[in-house]
């Protein structure tokens, strides 16, 4: 296998500077255009709510209550995504999505070692994330007494219109699209630099041919 001079190679990236920074632009400006005129922006709003002692039962918060919420919160995640409820949903906000469509825009998450459920809403449209939100924790919070016969859950805080939207950020994309051609122009120049077989220096002849040179012939361009 042949060995690689480091200097060697050192020297032959900063003759190819202008290529690598061509790149790095040529990617970057192809990266920019892609998130100004091709990625769509989409909008996340986020409601919460909260787990809490059945207030028909007893106005007193046990430890078996705290555990029975905590129980119950996965399940509960669920149920929000439920065709039940993204049908009753749909219906409501009168809108043209089915329900695998409206399930892949809500996630919902659990806050760790609390009762707490975020219902979260992506959408191309800021408002409807909102309102989609609000309305999935609201239909809700109106099933688990029908299902549980207890009314143990309550709405903590309303969601709110996204000022930006999550998916572009143009300052760490344009980092990372410059990062990406930088990576891209060396490794296109080391490739170019590693099946070269030109002769490029003299300590190159006296290794490929294991003899020492005596003298060496300077290129001698004619003047004009």
């Known amino acids: 296998m042949e060995t690689i001079d480091i200097k060697e190679m050192f020297n032959y990236y900063k003759g190819k500077m202008p290529f690598i920074i061509m790149i790095v632009a040529l990617v970057g400006i192809i990266g920019s255009v892609y998130s100004f005129v091709f990625q769509t922006p989409k909008y996340k709003s986020t409601t919460s709510v909260i787990l809490k002692n059945d207030s028909t039962q007893s106005n007193i918060l046990t430890v078996n209550d705290l555990n029975m919420n905590k129980n119950l919160v996965g399940t509960y995640s669920e149920i929000v995504k439920s065709k039940r409820t993204l049908n009753q949903v749909i219906k409501n906000l009168k809108l043209d999505y089915s329900v695998g469509q409206l399930s892949s825009m809500i996630q919902v998450t659990s806050v760790a070692d609390t009762e707490i459920i975020k219902i979260t809403v992506s959408d191309v449209n800021k408002k409807n994330a909102k309102v989609i939100a609000d309305e999935a924790a609201?239909?809700?919070?109106?099933?688990?007494?029908?299902?549980y016969s207890i009314?143990?859950?309550s709405i903590l805080d309303s969601a709110e219109v996204a000022n930006s939207p999550y998916n572009i950020n143009v300052k760490k994309q344009l980092i990372l699209?410059?990062?990406?051609g930088l990576v891209l122009g060396c490794g296109i120049v080391f490739i170019i630099y590693y099946f070269d077989r030109t002769i490029k220096s003299v300590e190159q002849v006296e290794m490929k041919i294991g003899l020492p040179i005596l003298g060496a012939v300077q290129e001698c361009k004619k003047g004009k």
């Open 177 to 180: 699209y410059l990062l990406i």
């Open 138 to 147: 609201n239909v809700f919070v109106e099933e688990i007494p029908e299902l």
């Open 151 to 153: 009314s143990n859950v």
